[in-house]
């Protein structure tokens, strides 16, 4: 399984990024989609997350700017961020709790993290 983030860059404050992140390989289904963002000298922190069936949970220093949204058909989760500040600059990380079936055929449920795509906002 791989999750495979884009979107980030360089971007005044004010100004929006629409991050993407796709989840392929051999799954069963993909549970929770989110992402995530660690600035330097911090600990990685929740953004936003989504369940399956569309349960939204966001940081309360992004709500009512940044937009979590799904695809299951195509297992893709995209973060829209408006507003963008210079304390939202980080590296963001999708991540995805997927099925997937393990050597010996056993259904398993597994967390996946993406590689991080750097967001720069410049004040």
Not at 6 to 23: D, F, I
Request: with cysteine; charged share 15%; aromatic share 8%.
């Amino acid at each position: 399984v791989q999750l495979q983030a884009s979107g980030g860059g360089l971007v005044q404050a004010g100004g929006s990024l629409r991050l993407s992140c796709a989840a392929s390989g051999s799954i069963f289904t993909v549970n929770d989609m989110g992402w995530y963002r660690q600035a330097p000298g911090k600990q990685r922190e929740l953004v936003a997350a989504t369940t399956r069936d569309g349960t939204i949970n966001y940081q309360d220093s992004v709500k009512g700017r940044f937009t979590i949204s799904r695809h299951n058909a195509n297992n893709t989760v995209t973060l829209q961020m408006n507003s963008l500040k210079p304390e939202d600059t980080a590296v963001y990380y999708c991540n995805a709790i997927c099925q997937i079936q393990d050597s010996r055929g056993f259904v398993r449920t597994r967390l996946y993290w993406g590689q991080g795509t750097l967001v720069t906002v410049s004040s």
